[in-house]
């Protein structure tokens, strides 16, 4: 197991994920486009009790594309996206894989949302791909 460390552009918030990831995957709905500024947002699931947090987040209440509660943290001073917590899925937590310190490591083996996939993004044929949610996701 690796120690994982990351932050948000400013610094004012930073983390350390101290439990292998559980997935990475590529989600491409509509929400994260928005709240990324990019095609899509790049995300680790990881048990929440395994991430240390240290700043002040601002919480965006946001409900996902499949319905469900999304709550968006970000850095209030820099705006990062940096971590979406599932209410109804307390025990595990999404982290903004961007902030990571270190991307090399970074496997997405899933792609979902792809119903709203950028016409231009071209998915690897070796990734799975969902158009909504994966199965139990
Ligand atoms: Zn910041
Ligand atoms: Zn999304």
Redesign the pocket.
């Known amino acids: 197991m690796t120690e994982r460390t990351g932050?948000?552009?400013?610094?004012?918030?930073s983390y350390t994920l101290k439990a292998d990831p559980i997935v990475t995957a590529v989600c491409h709905c509509k929400h994260c486009q928005r709240q990324a500024g990019s095609a899509f947002s790049v995300v680790v699931l990881a048990p929440t009790n395994s991430v240390e947090i240290k700043?002040e987040l601002k919480t965006y209440h946001d409900t996902a594309d499949s319905g469900a509660a999304l709550d968006r943290k970000?850095?209030?001073?820099?705006?990062?996206a940096m971590f979406s917590a599932q209410p109804d899925k307390a025990d595990t937590i999404i982290i903004k894989a961007g902030s990571f310190d270190e991307t090399d490591w970074l496997k997405p083996v899933a792609h979902v949302w792809c119903a709203s996939a950028q016409p231009w993004v071209e998915i690897s044929d070796k990734v799975a791909k969902f158009p909504g949610n994966a199965p139990g996701g």
């Open positions: 932050q948000c552009l400013c610094g004012n918030v700043g970000f850095c209030p001073d820099c705006g990062s």
